[in-house]
């Protein structure tokens, strides 16, 4: 497959510190994304499985059966990674790497900006509830080490 390459300088709108990149994907490519992101320093991910109807519509999934629900919604699963912004174009280029077959189905991505993060435990708001362990600052200390 040709790659498909990140915006060079992203322009998002309306402007944020971090998004959440929400990408509705194959079930079965999900855990090849994770893994791929989990390598970028990527810790935090939520999913859910969903259902949706999009160009693929009730064609039938070529990758097999099991796609496939009994009323012509096709089973996919929603990532949600909430990102700085610095981050999001490596994400979205990590997701489409891994997520592509080039068939219709493949999915789509979403750019939500995300007003604050605020991390229960603590209390912490911002970049400090942002910043996780084993994410971007522990990566790149370890280059440094
Ligand atoms: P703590 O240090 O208190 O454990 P944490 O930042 O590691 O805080 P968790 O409490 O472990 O966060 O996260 C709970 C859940 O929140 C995770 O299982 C995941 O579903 C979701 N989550 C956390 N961070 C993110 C993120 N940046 N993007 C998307 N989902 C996230
Ligand atoms: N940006 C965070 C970090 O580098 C990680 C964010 C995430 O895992 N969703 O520490």
Redesign the pocket.
């Known amino acids: 497959l040709p790659v498909i390459r990140a915006q060079s300088s992203p322009d998002y709108f309306p402007d944020s510190k971090f998004y959440k990149v929400e990408a509705i994907l194959r079930p079965w490519r999900v855990p090849q994304v994770s893994s791929a ?1 989990l390598k970028i ?5 939520t999913i859910s499985d969903v259902r949706g109807f999009g160009a693929q519509g009730g064609s039938k999934e070529r990758q097999g059966g099991s796609e496939f629900d009994d009323d012509n919604y096709i089973a996919k699963v929603k990532m949600e ?4 912004k610095d ?1 999001v174009e490596a ?1 979205v280029d990590k997701i489409i790497e891994e997520a592509r077959t080039g068939e219709i189905g493949d999915g789509k991505i979403f750019l939500v900006p995300v007003s604050d993060i605020i991390r229960v435990r603590t209390g912490e708001r911002g970049e400090k509830a ?10 790149s200390s370890a280059y440094v080490a």
């Open positions: 992101l320093g990527i810790r935090g991910v990674i909430v990102v700085s981050q994400v942002e910043k996780m362990m084993g994410g971007r600052a522990d990566m």
